[in-house]
């Protein structure tokens, strides 16, 4: 890659394409990619400052946006590193040692510091899906991005597994035959798996509330539930929901969230089980 591209030549990452293509045009083209059925081609392009792919969920991995924005700092004579979130930015909140973690990099994702007061955990809940992450957990999200932004590495260490059942085709047939929501289906899906379980939920409002109900059936338990869906319509009602289950949970309240929140809160946890190991 050139200009400020230029820091990521050599760095390996792995993403996800939503909308198919191949980008035909005079300029360079930005990586070589390797896709899951072994195809290697070159795709996108980069020329100068700009630069762009088909390819999701790229800056996921904490070496890629550490080194582009390290590079932008450098090229505005910062130190490297400066982007890093400040303690003394959270003013007087004080939190346990475990969740700092959590708190922290779920800022240093959204560059939001509401988060400093919006996120609520229940007792012993990081150290329940730190626990469950060393037992060989599996996460399951409820979108793919959520599923790409997980350090899968780290997780694979511990004999665990990251699933998304949102593109399953058996969950897509049977949520149009029942009239359901992929994502109610795959909460579903989710209470018959076996071994510890945390639920990373960013997206779906409607995967929060049928995993609740499943929860107060008996039918899933979970050793973590994540709850950060997004947007407006039952979100909030969602997360109060999950609120009064006696049952480990994260939280973030009200109507802010996202599959790249649920990742952070994950990795957080994944980084205390391996002692900040990355890979």
């Known amino acids: 890659p050139e200009g400020l591209f230029r820091s990521l030549a050599g ?7 939503i909308h198919m293509g ?12 390797t896709t899951q059925t072994g195809e290697r081609r070159s795709d996108g392009l980069s020329a100068g400052n700009v630069w762009g792919c088909y390819v999701h969920g790229i800056f996921d991995k904490a070496e890629a946006a550490a080194a582009l924005v390290n590079a932008l700092l450098e090229a505005k004579g910062l130190e490297p590193g400066a982007a890093s979130v400040d303690c003394q930015e959270l003013g007087e ?6 969740q700092l973690p ?18 609520v955990f229940s007792a012993g809940a990081v150290e329940a899906g730190v626990a469950a992450i060393r037992q060989g957990c599996t996460i399951v999200t409820d979108t793919q991005m959520a599923f790409s932004g997980v350090n899968k590495r780290v997780l694979e ?3 665990g597994r990251a699933v998304c059942f949102m593109s399953d085709p058996d969950v ?3 949520a149009k035959a029942r009239g359901e929501t992929r994502a109610t289906v795959s909460m579903e899906r989710a209470a018959r798996l076996e071994g510890p379980l945390v639920l990373a939920i960013g997206n779906a409002p409607t995967a929060l509330v049928r995993a609740c109900e499943l929860i107060d059936a008996g039918e ?11 947007g407006f319509v039952n979100v909030v009602e969602s997360k109060e929901l999950l609120l ?8 973030a309240r009200g109507r802010k969230g996202g599959s790249n929140v649920a990742a952070a809160i994950c990795n957080a946890m994944l980084y205390q089980a391996s002692n900040n190991a990355r890979e």
């Open 172 to 174: 897509a047939a049977e």
């Open 22 to 33: 191949r980008t035909e045009s005079g300029a360079a083209p930005l990586a070589e990619f």
């Open 244 to 251: 009064t289950l006696d049952v480990p949970y994260i939280v």
């Open 93 to 98: 909140r004080v939190f346990p040692a475990e």
């Open 11 to 17: 760095v390996a990452f792995e993403g996800y394409e």
């Open 157 to 159: 260490k511990f004999g």
């Open 102 to 119: 959590v708190v922290k990099r779920v800022i240093h994702t959204t560059a939001d510091f509401e988060y400093a007061d919006s996120l």
């Open 220 to 230: 899933l338990k979970p050793a973590l539930v994540i709850g950060v869906p997004v």
